[in-house]
């Protein structure tokens, strides 16, 4: 029975060596400088790039942080620093209940909030999906991350003479801002790879999207289109831009978590 | 913030700075207020989600009424719209990946809470965290080009062995409810894994000493006392990697096969909830059409609500309680 169980340990961990190899071998096989500079070329037609996926997904992300990380750290700090009352757990809960939203569902409320009155895919439409998304991870990072912070310091800042606005902005949250900052980028790693929230809000675009208010691609969205299409040419594309994407989630995941546990556990 | 900072430091704050914290003292109101701010419109944008779906679906609501849920006919050319072969493709999909994700993952569990040496049940914890955070159009990618490949030609063995059940007859193209299930149990694995590792690891060691005292074997003592203490938690786990598949959208959409029809056998492609969305939305015609769209996603949104509470419930119950 022992040995069973560690088999279930070895097949799991094993698939995402296997992951890691076959997108690595096909991926990056065929990337090549132009998928990172070029438009795609229209469909016959070899070769081409994802450069305005790549710009794309980038705006969606910056959007989204707008949304996210204010609402999201502002609420941490509420709930960190001036909770505690019955309605303190009713934000808990509806954040745990946001989080559990199914991400298509998330497509569907920017659709019906900003594509539907306006009657156009936009960038707008998709950063607003991605960055409702971040709001719930946002506040339980940063409530997590504020309460770690030892209570001795905030007493040492208020016996100073600090108020407890002084303490929170001069103490408490720069000694949390790593732990905060750190994750951020775990938060948009997560939403860098979401799809489904996308296809009917910033739709996709084989062009430049210039501005908030057209439709653009975004790189999880091309890999899905690519990889559905029947051309073999558009297959090896959709497993360059999934090398490519894989590589930065699981780059910036890497990152942040030796990041957390070189700072001991009080930082976690 | 950067002045104002010196005073933690230590140094006295000069004339200016003294000003900016004489306001700011006075600021505790405000910060609380600008917080609370933050705070509300998480309950904001929650409420207004749930408005959205339920308004926008009312066209669709109105035209079928309860009936939506239990008819099996989707056919938008006559303006027919029924859920049930959607919740049942997803339903289907989600227990088989549950049926193979379950002892997966709770047997890696125990192993690495229980029978591997720290170091390496850190780092395979590390390994296995990361397989969580790959994103679902990889998986589908992985799907569409590998798994199922291999399911083809692990069909006839399949066959041979179960086909005299009705799960495994008719015809098999590979994309399938079959293929949908694998994909989600690869993908709901590292949660269970690390949700109960957690909860295994929370048990308390007394209870492992007094079980080994009475001459208890290492495999009995974690199977037979240690799992039974931590089984709220594993069945939070489970329940959470439930709500997730169930919403999960573009790995399945991607290999399901995409047949709005109701078919017995795992190898017949199927639909899912999620994967109807993503594909029909955008060439939804109609304002019925898009509303019966929208409801389905009012009905997967009521659906992982009820099985994400019932999970919180049965994970914080654990820590509570001592059970067995």
Known sequence: MLSLTGLCTFVAAGALVFILGYLFVHGASSLNWDFFTKLPKPVGESGGGMANAIVGSAKLLLLAALVGVPIGFLGGVYLAEFGGSAFSSIVRYTTDLLNGVPSIVMGIFAYTLIVLPQKHFSTLAGGLALGVMMIPIAIRSSEEFLRAVPLSLREGAMALGASKTTAILTVVIPAAKHGILTGIMLNLARVAGETAPLLFTSFGNRYWSPGWEQPTSALPVMIFTYAIAPYDDWHQQAWSAGFVLLTLVLAVNVVARLMLSSRGPAAR | ?324
């Open chain 2, 1 to 324: 913030m950067s002045a104002s900072s010196t005073t933690v430091t230590g140094t006295r704050p000069s004339g200016r700075v003294q000003l900016f914290l004489r306001r700011l003292r006075g600021g505790d109101e405000a910060a609380y207020l600008i917080t609370l701010a933050g705070a509300i419109s998480v309950l904001l944008v929650t409420a207004l989600l749930v408005v959205e779906l339920y308004q926008n679906s009312g066209v669709s609501r109105r035209a079928f009424g309860w009936s939506f849920l239990g008819t099996s006919i989707w056919d938008p050319v006559a303006g027919k719209f029924g859920a049930l072969p959607f919740i049942y493709g997803t339903l289907v999909t989600s227990a088989l990946a549950l049926l193979i994700g379950i002892p997966l993952g709770v047997g890696a569990a125990i192993f690495l809470a229980e029978l591997a040496p720290p170091r390496i049940s850190d780092a395979l914890t590390f390994l296995i965290e990361l397989l969580a955070a790959v994103p679902s159009v990889i998986f589908g990618l992985l799907g569409i080009f590998i798994l199922v490949p291999i399911l083809r030609s692990a069909e006839p063995a399949l066959r041979s062995l179960l086909g005299w059940t009705p799960l495994f007859q008719g015809p098999f193209y590979g994309v399938s409810l079959l293929a949908g299930g694998v994909v989600l149990s690869v993908m709901i694995v590292p949660f269970i894994i690390s949700i109960s590792r957690e909860v295994i690891l929370a048990v308390p060691a007394d209870q492992r000493e007094a079980a080994l005292a009475l001459g208890a074997t290492r495999w009995e003592t974690t199977w037979d006392v240690v799992v039974p203490y931590a089984r709220k938690g594993i069945m939070g786990s489970i329940f959470l990697a439930l709500a997730r598949s169930l919403g999960e959208t573009m790995a399945v959409t991607m290999v399901i096969g995409n047949d709005p029809r109701i078919h017995a056998s795992l190898f017949a492609p199927g639909y899912s909830i999620a994967a109807v969305i993503a594909n029909e939305f955008t060439e939804a015609t109609g304002d019925l059409y898009q509303g019966a769209l929208i409801e389905l996603g009012l009905v997967l949104f009521a659906l992982t609500m009820v099985i994400n509470a019932v999970a919180r419930v049965l994970v914080a119950s654990t820590g509570k309680e001592g059970t067995a």
